[in-house]
Structures are given as C-alpha cells and as structure tokens.
C-alpha cells in the first residue's frame, strides 16, 4: 500500500483537493490524464475508479495477480468519523511518519485497508471465510480450486422469518393485509424510535431518512424517500 503525500499528489499531476463534482463521484473523471495514463501503460483500475482508495493491477497472468492500493488522505481517504478519535482527533495534524506506523500497525495486526471501514471490515471477514482454497488433487498430485461451504458469499435458502412481506415466496400463503407476528418473522431492529403523526404530517407526500450505513433504508423503499 501507498500513501501519497499532498506533494506527492503533485509530483504525480494528481489534484491536492477533489472538485465538488469530483467528490461527489468518490473519483476522478475517467477522461483525466492521469487515468488516460493508467490505461495507456497497460494496467487497469477496479470499478471504483481513480479515487480516495485506488487499487491499481495488471490483468492476472498464470493466476498471478500484481496490484497495489493507494490511500490518498488528501481526498479524504481517511475520515476521523471512521479512523480516528472524534473526541480528540490526531489524524489530521500526524505526520507522514506517524502515519505510516499508524497504518502499517493496523496492516499487521488486522489487514491492509482496502478503502474506508466498512470496505475493510468487508474484506477481513472474507479473507476469514474466503469463497475458494486450494484443495489436491489424490491422483495429480497438484492443487486444485475448490469451493467453501462456509464461505460468507455463499448463497443460502431463502428463509421466510427473514424476508419482508412483499417478498415473492410469502405470496399467497397469507390473507391479504396479515400483520405477521412474532413466531411469522424475525422482529429485529438495530434501532426502533417513532413518534405519533402531527396533523401536518398526515398530508405530507415525501419523507426524509438518513443512516450514515445505508443498512435501515431499505423498508423506506415502500414509499417515496430522499436520502
């Protein structure tokens, strides 16, 4: 992994701050020269493109894969809501050499960042139950790809305490407008606060939620939102 300094963010020709429409993308426009260098060197960037967190790799050859991460603090990489003590905040004013002991401390004792925290948490509870291993083959003698039972990308049965009503393998199995109950569905919440309509609410035809991990949103699909 790579940490770019501001000034090694213009050794590069890479920008010191994102543009508000550059920041509001995560990345750099794909018709930037340094991305239009990127590609003309033969290397590639994931789908995330050229931002905060870049992984930039060469295409696998004989199931070899060379790549390297880039953390750029500069746009933002590592926010003290995420990395850091909100009370008493040190990322900001650390030096280069303490940071670098700072993510070369958590690389060795967890994994390497991947991106912001829950892309690395992400990818440290896959590398703990990876999709495939290598498994030999009793009569070559070589070893082989096989897949993880327990892996956590695999896809399960779908359980019906699990799914919301409008899912479609409750359809039919219910009258219509049954309120299931609590041995029908799991009545879990990370958080559950309400309050009883005002009068003007009741003609209101648009609701605001927000969630800084996007993980409650989903029952505000049933009715027209702005997150």
């Excluded at 948490?121 to 327990?150: C, H, I, V, W």
């Amino acid at each position: 992994m790579l940490v770019l300094t501001p000034a090694a963010l213009e050794r590069y020709g890479l920008p010191t701050a994102l543009t508000p429409e550059e920041r509001s993308a995560g990345r750099l426009s794909d018709r930037h020269k340094v991305v239009k260098q990127v590609e003309r060197a033969g290397l590639e960037l994931t789908k995330r493109g050229f931002g905060a967190w870049t992984r930039i790799f060469y295409r696998p050859e004989d199931g070899k894969r060379r790549c390297v991460q880039l953390c750029i603090p500069a746009w933002g990489a590592l926010p003290t809501s995420e990395w850091d003590d909100q009370k008493d905040p040190q990322l900001p004013t650390m030096s280069e050499a303490d940071l670098a002991r700072f993510l070369g401390s958590y690389a060795d004792r967890v994994i390497t960042p991947r991106g912001f925290t829950a892309t690395t948490g992400l990818a440290l509870m896959t590398a703990l139950r990876p999709p495939t291993r290598a498994e030999k083959d009793e009569q070559s003698g070589t070893f082989e790809r096989a897949f993880n039972a327990d892996a956590l990308t695999q896809v399960y049965p779908v359980v019906e305490c699990k799914v919301p009503d409008e899912h479609l393998i409750l359809k039919g199995k219910w009258p219509r407008h049954h309120q299931r109950t609590p041995d029908q569905m799991l009545m879990e919440e990370p958080f559950s606060w309400c309050r009883e309509l005002i009068d003007e609410g009741r003609v209101w035809t648009v609701s605001m939620s927000a969630s800084r991990t996007c993980s409650a949103l989903r029952p505000s699909g049933r009715f027209r939102s702005i997150t």
